[in-house]
């Protein structure tokens, strides 16, 4: 905030270069890194309401899942250009974040939680029956997918839509880093801190926080989107709640409210379930259920907030 | 002299507790000015209703003669009201400057801006030290206000009100949970605010009060007993026998 400088530390190169790291040592494992970048961009999109904006919501999978129909409802009756879609997601799922947020962000704690949860059921309901658009529960099936720039095709392979993903991420966490480390990122996680305060200053709290969710909503919905143009396929899971909550998980995984806990998280998270449903299909939510339990016990800033320790801890010892 | 901010025939009930039973009150250009009453009296009600954070049932304020009665608590606020609260309403978990550089970012606008890091406002920056520097916080600067002692937050309490530049300032019990050690450090910072603004204080520290107020006003049980110079209010029956009665030095 104002006191420290938001810098580009070294350590922020990490997870770029590990993606290109993945591309050499991992060819194999494309198709699963694109759906990690996704996620990676969903989390994110949940840290700047959740971690910043201090609004709980189980609702996002709403925003995930309008973006992931808009741009496959376009690629099938209009136009398949993938950054056209991308665009067009955002705006709708943006628009739809800001007539919601103006409505539910009105209320506070359990109700909104309540709100949040009651948009994702709506928008899922008119989904499944505007099945003239939308297919209802077959979903959109082959959704045609344009070369990325008119140059890159998406390829077996998953070469291009993983560089597509991964591109997109990195534009969109840099817009998200400099939102929160700007003065409006510093006023929104003073009204998650004290919401009376803001007031008796002066901030139009309410605005500000409408503004963070319409935001977070669009970056929501491209994430949608990414999942259309990758996967070629708009689902009504992409609606659920189920989402919602995963995403969550994710984010509570890897540390709410720092920025890299959306890039930790759903890493983490992907990959264990990965391992853990070839070792023992069965067993894989008894898996991710002990990996919560234990970060909830022990290490309640996530995975990061764990490092966070640990590194201040030998920093002690050494000094 | 003009009036700062003025109430008429305020009233605020919660359900069938009146809390403020028609209140006309004013607060002159430049004041120093005590609201002191018993607990429950009404007084942080009052504080609430002038800025904006409750709604009165019924009745005006106005603010520099301007009608500010349905003003939302931000814009009211943004006019110039600023205030402190009886039980610290800090960010806790992050710096003094912080806590400070919040409020004058607002003022200024900085607030709105979305991309150049806030690290990089030195003008929002830049005030907020010298205003922590007036009040002697400078040393405080980058540590988290939860880790400062009480004494000290009280002063930030203080320094995020300044921070608004406001033009009237309502104290509630600014030196409350101080030890009286360090209570006069409080008094002094309060005798050393730019005495263009209006203020009002709250205080159960009748020696603070005595001190630093020119004119007080009697809140009990929701209406205004009396007002007047410390000296009538001291001497005045009504008052000693609702709150200054039980108070040996008065
Ligand atoms: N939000 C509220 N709801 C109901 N009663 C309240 C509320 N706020 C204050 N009161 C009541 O109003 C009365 C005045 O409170 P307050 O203004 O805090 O008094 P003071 O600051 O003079 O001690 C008290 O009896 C208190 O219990
Ligand atoms: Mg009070």
Redesign the pocket.
Not at chain 2, 39 to 45: F, L, R
């Given at each position: 905030m104002y006191s420290a400088p938001a810098r580009l530390r070294p350590l922020e190169a990490l997870p770029w270069l590990l993606a290109i790291a993945v591309y050499f040592a991992a060819p194999s494992y494309l198709p699963l890194g694109a759906y990690v970048f996704i996620m990676i961009l969903f989390t994110l999109s949940l840290d700047l309401v959740v971690g910043y904006g201090g609004i709980v919501t189980l609702g996002h999978s709403a925003y995930f899942g309008f973006g992931a129909y808009t741009a496959g409802i376009l690629a099938v009756r209009l136009n398949g250009d993938p950054l056209l879609g991308l665009a067009a997601a955002a705006l709708a799922a943006g628009l739809l974040g800001l007539a919601t947020g103006a409505v539910i962000l009105r209320t506070r704690a359990l109700t909104l939680l309540m709100l949040t949860l009651a948009i994702t059921s709506i928008v899922l309901e008119i989904a499944s029956s505007a099945t003239a658009l939308t297919n209802g529960s077959d979903g959109l099936h082959s959704v045609p997918v344009d070369p990325v720039l008119g140059r890159f095709a998406f390829d077996l392979f998953g070469t291009t839509a993983y560089f597509y993903c991964l591109a997109v991420v990195l534009a969109c966490w840099t817009l998200v880093r400099s939102l929160v480390n700007s003065p409006f990122g510093a006023a929104l996680v003073g009204s998650r801190e004290n919401d009376a305060r803001m007031h008796a200053i002066g901030a139009p709290v309410y605005a500000r926080r409408l503004q963070a969710y319409s935001i977070s909503c669009a970056l929501a919905g491209m994430a949608g989107a990414l999942l259309t143009q990758t996967t070629q396929f708009a689902g009504l899971s992409t609606l659920g709640f189920e989402l919602s909550g995963e995403g969550l998980v994710m984010l509570v995984l890897g540390g709410v409210g720092r920025l890299y806990g959306a890039f930790v998280g759903p890493t983490v998270y992907i990959v264990a379930r990965d391992y853990l449903a070839r070792q023992t299909p069965e067993y894989w939510y008894m898996g991710i259920g002990v990996l919560l339990v234990l970060i909830v016990l022990f290490a309640r800033g996530g995975i990061l907030g764990l490092v966070d320790v640990l590194v201040n801890r030998l920093r002690a010892k050494r000094s | 002299m003009t009036i700062a901010l003025e109430t008429r025939r305020l009233r605020k009930s919660?359900g069938a507790?009146t809390?403020a039973d028609g209140i006309d009150f004013s607060l002159e250009g430049g004041a120093r000015h005590a609201l002191i009453?018993p607990?429950?009296?009404?007084?942080?009600?009052l504080v609430n209703l002038l800025t904006g954070a409750l709604a009165p049932s019924s009745g005006q304020i106005y603010l520099e003669g301007e009608d500010v009665t349905s003003l939302a608590q931000a814009k009211r606020v943004r006019r110039g009201i600023g205030r402190t609260f009886q039980i610290n309403s800090l960010f806790r978990s992050l710096t003094v400057l912080d806590n400070v550089a919040l409020a004058v970012a607002e003022r200024t606008g900085a607030a709105r801006k979305l991309f150049r890091p806030a690290f990089s406002h030195d003008e929002v920056k830049d005030e907020a030290h010298a205003l922590l520097g007036s009040l002697g916080l400078s040393d405080d600067a980058s540590r988290a206000v939860r880790d400062l002692a009480y004494g000290k937050q009280r002063l930030v309490e203080i320094a995020i009100a300044l921070g608004m530049r406001p033009r009237v300032l309502l104290l509630d019990e600014p030196a409350a949970g101080v030890p009286s050690a360090e209570s006069h450090r409080i008094l002094e910072v309060l005798a050393a605010l730019p005495p263009e603004i209006a203020i009002l204080i709250i205080e159960h520290d009748m020696d603070l009060v005595f001190r630093f107020a020119r004119r007080i006003t009697v809140l009990a049980a929701g209406a205004i007993l009396m007002e007047g110079s410390p000296q009538e209010v001291a001497h005045d029956a009504r008052v000693r026998q609702v709150y200054l009665g039980e108070r040996a030095h008065v």
């Open positions: - | 919660f507790l809390v009453g607990n429950g009296a009404g007084k942080t009600t």
